[in-house]
Nanobody, 117 residues
């Protein structure tokens, strides 16, 4: 069973940076598309970024140019580097893994990111 554990959330001032990490276990990491989603209070969960098994990346419009997703197929980690953070980036950030082929989807429990002065 796939297990995802997020870390790295916290409180940061506007314009600051944070790095989120997602530790993957329980299956073959290289067979999963990895993604980060977020959900703010009263809003639907939205895609932040994802990265394919070959390293191709895709970003939500609101974070393009500020956030960078990466994956380490040796350490089985998916990271999200967030720069130039804005108050509207405040949300719970969730790691997602989707199995290539079957489409099975797995979620972490989330980590809170708060951008405030």
């Amino acid at each position: 069973q796939v297990r995802l554990v997020e870390s790295g959330g916290g409180l940061v001032e506007p314009g600051g940076s944070l790095k989120l990490s997602c530790a993957f276990s329980g299956s073959i990491f290289s067979m999963h598309v990895m993604g980060w989603y977020r959900q703010a209070p009263g809003k639907q969960r939205e895609l932040v970024a994802n990265i394919s098994t070959s390293g191709r990346t895709n970003y939500g419009d609101s974070v393009e140019g500020r956030f960078t997703i990466s994956r380490g197929n040796v350490k089985n980690m998916a990271d999200l580097q967030m720069n130039s953070l804005k108050p509207e980036d405040t949300a719970v950030y969730y790691c997602n893994a989707r199995t290539v082929g079957s489409g099975s989807s797995y979620w972490g429990r989330g980590t809170q990111v708060t951008v405030s002065s």
